[in-house]
């Protein structure tokens, strides 16, 4: 079956960098497209960022200037890079998978979900 496996997440003091990283398996990871999706306490799941099958990206407004999403098709994995942490980053990061390759800001396109890394930022 399809499993998403979340990593790198932790404690960063505000300013602080941190890379995410997604592992992918029991899918034809080079063309799914692949996205990132936080939900902090008390809100909404929402957007991050998201890489199609031919690594074209997407970005939050809110983190597009900070962050850089990529993918290794060899191995079967999706990061993102995040500097310049602020204390609002403070969430659970997903990674999902959508099997039409496009990528996209909305949840209902993507098929899969990992379960999730937590990124704390302290001030």
């Known amino acids: 079956q399809v499993q998403l496996v979340e990593s790198g997440g932790g404690l960063v003091q505000a300013g602080g960098s941190l890379r995410l990283s997604c592992a992918a398996s029991?899918?034809?990871?080079?063309?799914?497209?692949m996205g990132w999706f936080r939900q902090a306490p008390g809100k909404e799941r929402e957007f991050v960022a998201a890489?199609?099958?031919?690594?074209?990206?997407d970005y939050a407004d809110s983190v597009k200037a900070r962050s850089t999403i990529s993918r290794d098709n060899a191995k079967n994995a999706v990061y993102l890079q995040m500097n310049s942490l602020k204390p609002e980053d403070t969430a659970v990061y997903y990674c999902?998978?959508?099997?039409?390759?496009?990528?996209?800001?909305?949840?209902?396109?993507?098929?899969?979900w990992g379960q999730g890394t937590q990124v704390t930022v302290s001030s």
């Open positions: 999902a998978a959508d099997f039409r390759g496009l990528g996209s800001r909305l949840q209902g396109r993507y098929d899969y």
């Open positions: 029991g899918l034809t990871f080079s063309t799914y497209a």
């Open positions: 890489i199609g099958r031919y690594s074209n990206t």
